[in-house]
């Protein structure tokens, strides 16, 4: 059960309406997710995340898929449902193929895994390293 109620496009406010519009417009979709109608609780927070978010996934040094993987396996390490299949669902437009996810979730499973041996081991970092 949400911990608000999600706002409506109906029912939204003309400054949130103008947030999903640009969003619509921006994703080439004619709906508006989950997440936003929650952040559209608050606006202001609703408007900065969406710029936020904009500008970091806008083209840029990484391609579009890249950066959806990044967001898959961030996701996936933090244990966010939501957008982990959000952003599977945004990466597979993208091209991800199956086999990518599989090597993207052995990858992730691997940084975890060695991670937490590191950590666990307080292993000094290598002079080469830094």
Same mark, same amino acid.
């Given at each position: 059960?949400?911990?608000?109620?999600?706002?409506?496009?109906?029912?939204?406010?003309?400054?949130?309406?103008?947030?999903?519009?640009?969003?619509?417009?921006?994703?080439? +979709?004619?709906?508006? $997710?989950?997440?936003?109608?929650?952040? !559209?609780?608050?606006? &202001? *927070?609703?408007?900065?995340?969406?710029?936020?978010?904009?500008?970091?996934?806008?083209?840029?040094?990484?391609?579009?898929?890249?950066?959806?993987?990044?967001?898959?396996? +961030?996701?996936?390490? $933090?244990?966010?449902?939501?957008?982990? !299949?959000?952003?599977? &669902? *945004?990466?597979?437009?993208?091209?991800?193929?199956?086999?990518?996810?599989?090597?993207?979730?052995?990858?992730?499973?691997?940084?975890?895994?060695?991670?937490?041996?590191?950590?666990?081991?307080?292993?000094?970092?290598?002079?080469?390293?830094?």
């Amino acid at each position: 059960m949400p911990a608000l109620p999600p706002i409506e496009y109906a029912d939204a406010s003309p400054r949130v309406r103008a947030v999903y519009d640009d969003i619509m417009t921006s994703r080439k +979709v004619d709906w508006i $997710n989950n997440f936003w109608k929650a952040m !559209a609780n608050d606006p &202001a *927070a609703l408007e900065r995340t969406w710029e936020s978010v904009k500008q970091v996934m806008a083209p840029g040094a990484l391609d579009a898929l890249t950066k959806e993987l990044i967001y898959v396996a +961030v996701s996936t390490t $933090n244990g966010c449902e939501y957008c982990i !299949a959000s952003h599977t &669902a *945004a990466a597979r437009k993208k091209g991800m193929t199956g086999a990518m996810l599989g090597e993207l979730m052995s990858v992730i499973g691997m940084a975890n895994e060695t991670n937490a041996l590191v950590n666990g081991y307080r292993v000094e970092v290598d002079a080469a390293f830094k």
